[in-house]
């Protein structure tokens, strides 16, 4: 390769780095909750894990889904900002809000909806008793989450991604406190149990919005993108139509996901309880790929509209070498410290060896999963949504899913099979995506 095409890759992989760094850890934190929760929820007792965990592979689907949604509103910004139009974003930034806020109440009534139809598939009954005011009470984490990642969207556009990652982390650090007067009580009174983990994250995410949004309003720094605007039905609408593709990509994603967790209640409330554990440190270790495909979607998207279509390539396949990269060493990690952290979550036997055999086949997953991941983002940013979104859908139900049931059940490698199968999947859909960037980005620069 010549030596100015050496700089290049290295320079556009450095850049895309910088900007996904600050992306995966406002991310991570936002997944930390759910950590926290899992921690917290662990004195509970078993039934209380698994109610959480059954919570969390429904609130998958969801959050896949609006995040999808609001990611797409970021991308435009992001290729506003490199045409520099600050009033375009502005007109973004208003709509997109009131759109979230919209969007993510009528999920949350989605969500509460659906709670009847887990007694007909197949969940332990005395999980199901416990878990219904936890259902809801996280149901209504939807509203805030949804807004939260329209302003972090716009603070990664305009190449302040820090800004959105701060306002992320302020929800985790006080969703700890929240915690632990909620669950557990506090002087002579016993606390809401289950029910406060729901509560304490509603609170937490709340109070992250409402300081990212502030911020926004009041800030000398963001004064050229809250320009004066109007509320556009239609631009809502543009920005509906154009983002649900991409939705339904991560609802796919999501809820095939989802359903390995419905998988796991087969085996009864142990293996939910281990894929609560699994679960919760695999949603962080997620982020590293989904703060790439931020990262470069919006890089992406800031080269197309500042006119710049030769370092579209570049961008892309820097991207999937760091990521590939990165989810190695995190593979490499699982599987030094899958038992010390099945143990650290649980006093379960049955519950920690479950735990550590799914560790060992989510570690073999991670490279796939960053891949397809990153090149998902990549599409994004040329606005290649429809068919990249058929791809995912393909790849995770008519394959994945039945795959996960062959190996888990019918070949009885029990609950890692599950999984083992779900990551054949991934790789399918990790081939097909690259391929697909690989046909579309402008091949001269490369």
Do not use: C
Not at 38 to 64: D, E, R
Not at 325 to 340: E, F, K, Y
Not at 343 to 369: E, G, N, R, Y
């Amino acid at each position: 390769m010549p030596s100015h095409a050496h700089t290049s890759f290295t320079s556009e992989a450095l850049g895309t780095v910088k900007l996904a760094v600050p992306i995966v850890v406002g991310l991570a934190s936002s997944t930390l909750i759910g950590v926290v929760d899992t921690i917290m929820i662990a004195p509970l007792g078993t039934q209380a894990m698994a109610g959480a965990a059954l919570t969390t592979s429904a609130l998958v689907i969801l959050y896949s889904a609006l995040y999808g949604l609001m990611t797409v509103i970021g991308i435009e910004m992001a290729n506003r900002f490199g045409a520099g139009d600050t009033a375009a974003i502005s007109r973004l930034v208003r709509n997109g809000s009131v759109l979230a806020l919209i969007i993510g109440a009528l999920t949350a009534l989605l969500m509460m909806a659906a709670f009847p139809l887990l007694a007909h598939l197949g969940q332990p009954q005395a999980v199901l008793q416990i878990m219904q005011p936890y259902w809801i009470s996280m149901a209504f984490v939807l509203i805030p989450f949804t807004a939260l990642y329209l302003f972090k969207g716009l603070y990664d556009a305009i190449e302040r991604p820090w800004i959105g990652t701060a306002f992320a982390m302020l929800g985790v650090v006080v969703n700890v406190p929240f915690n632990w007067v909620l669950i557990h009580g506090v002087g002579g009174w016993g606390g809401f149990g289950l029910l406060g983990a729901g509560l304490a994250s509603f609170l937490a995410e709340a109070a992250a919005l409402f300081a990212a949004s502030l911020f926004w309003r009041f800030s000398r720094s963001m004064r050229t993108v809250r320009q004066p605007s109007k509320l556009s039905l239609k631009l809502m609408l543009a920005q509906l139509r154009e983002g649900s593709p991409v939705a339904l990509a991560y609802t796919g994603e999501g809820s095939s996901y989802a359903f390995i967790g419905i998988m796991l209640g087969w085996f009864g409330a142990s293996a939910l309880a281990a894929n609560q554990i699994v679960g919760s440190i695999g949603a962080v270790i997620y982020m590293l790929p989904l703060g790439m495909a931020a990262a470069v979607g919006i890089r992406i998207g800031q080269a197309s509209g500042g006119a710049a279509p030769h370092r579209i390539r570049v961008i892309g396949i820097s991207a999937f070498a760091t990521v590939a990269t990165w989810m190695l060493m995190v593979a490499a990690l699982i599987l030094l410290l899958r038992d010390p952290i099945a143990s650290a979550l649980s006093d379960d036997p049955a519950v920690i060896a479950i735990a550590s055999a799914m560790f060992l086949t989510v570690a073999l997953m991670q490279l796939a999963d960053g891949v397809q991941s990153t090149a998902l983002g990549a599409l994004r940013g040329l606005v290649d949504n429809r068919i990249p979104s058929l791809i995912s859908l393909i790849a995770y139900w008519p394959v994945a899913l039945p795959l996960a049931y062959l190996f888990g059940f019918t070949l009885g490698l029990g609950p890692a099979g599950v999984w083992a199968g779900y990551g054949i999947g991934l790789a399918l859909a990790a081939l097909a995506l690259t391929l697909r960037f690989l046909k579309r980005s402008p091949k001269h620069a490369a």
